[in-house]
C-alpha cells in the first residue's frame, strides 16, 4: 500500500511530506510517520484533513497535540450514503450542501435539522443521526474561512496524486523491489507537484 502526506502551505503551494509503502495502513503506521516529520523539521501542522481512519486523530495529536483534525468531507458524505439507495444518492447529496456550505456551525447545524426534517431525512432517518454523531469531525471546518476550506474541504488533492501515481504504476507493471517502484514515483511526484 503506498500512503502520502501532502502539506499545503499559507501561500497554497503543495509539498510532498513524504511517500511511504506499508503493508497496512493503521493508526501505528500514522504515529510512525507523523514522529519521523517531526524529526525531519516539521514544527507543527495547523490542520491535518483525514480520510476517517480509525486512531489517525489520536496518532496526529500524539505529535502535534495543537493540530486541528478535520475528516474529509466528501468521505464523510460517502460513508452516509450507505443508507440511501443508489438512485436517489445524487439527490440527498445535493440537500446536505447546505449543512458544509454553510456560514458557521450553527447554520450548519440548521441545514442539518432542515435536512432531517424534510423528505430525504424522512425517508433516511440513519443519515441525520450519522450526521449527528459524526458533528465533532465536521465541527473544526466551519473556524475557517472559506478559501480555507476550500482546501481543507476535502482530501481530493491527495486522491488525485494517488490516482496519478496508480496510473504510473499500472503501466510500467512489474518492479524488482520496492525501491525500483519508490524511485519511478519520486520522479512522478516530483512531476506532479510542479
Given amino acids: 500500500m503506498l500512503c502520502i502526506a501532502l502539506g499545503i502551505l499559507p501561500d497554497e503551494t503543495k509539498e510532498i511530506l513524504g511517500l511511504w509503502i506499508e503493508q497496512t495502513e493503521g493508526a501505528k503506521f500514522w504515529l510512525r510517520v507523523m514522529n519521523e516529520l517531526r524529526n525531519r523539521g516539521v514544527a507543527d501542522i495547523l490542520i491535518a484533513v483525514v480520510d476517517g481512519l480509525k486512531g489517525f486523530p489520536e496518532a496526529i495529536h500524539a505529535v502535534f497535540p495543537k493540530t486541528v483534525v478535520q475528516t474529509c468531507t466528501i468521505h ?5 450514503m450507505r443508507f440511501a439507495s443508489w438512485k436517489d444518492r445524487k439527490a440527498i447529496a445535493g440537500a446536505l450542501r447546505g449543512v458544509y456550505l454553510a456560514e458557521s456551525a450553527e447554520a450548519g447545524l440548521a441545514a442539518l435539522e432542515a435536512f432531517e426534517a424534510g423528505p430525504w431525512g424522512q425517508k433516511y432517518p440513519a443519515i441525520a443521526q450519522s450526521w449527528r454523531r459524526h458533528w465533532d469531525q465536521v465541527l473544526p471546518f466551519f473556524a475557517f474561512s472559506p478559501p480555507i476550506r476550500r482546501i481543507i474541504y476535502t482530501t481530493h488533492a ?30 512522478d511526484l516530483n512531476r506532479a507537484v510542479e
Fill in 76 to 80: 464523510l458524505i460517502r460513508n452516509f
Fill in 158 to 187: 491527495i486522491e488525485a496524486l494517488n490516482s496519478k501515481l496508480r496510473r504510473a504504476v499500472r503501466t510500467r507493471g512489474h518492479f524488482p523491489g520496492d525501491d525500483a517502484a519508490m524511485k519511478l514515483l519520486y520522479f
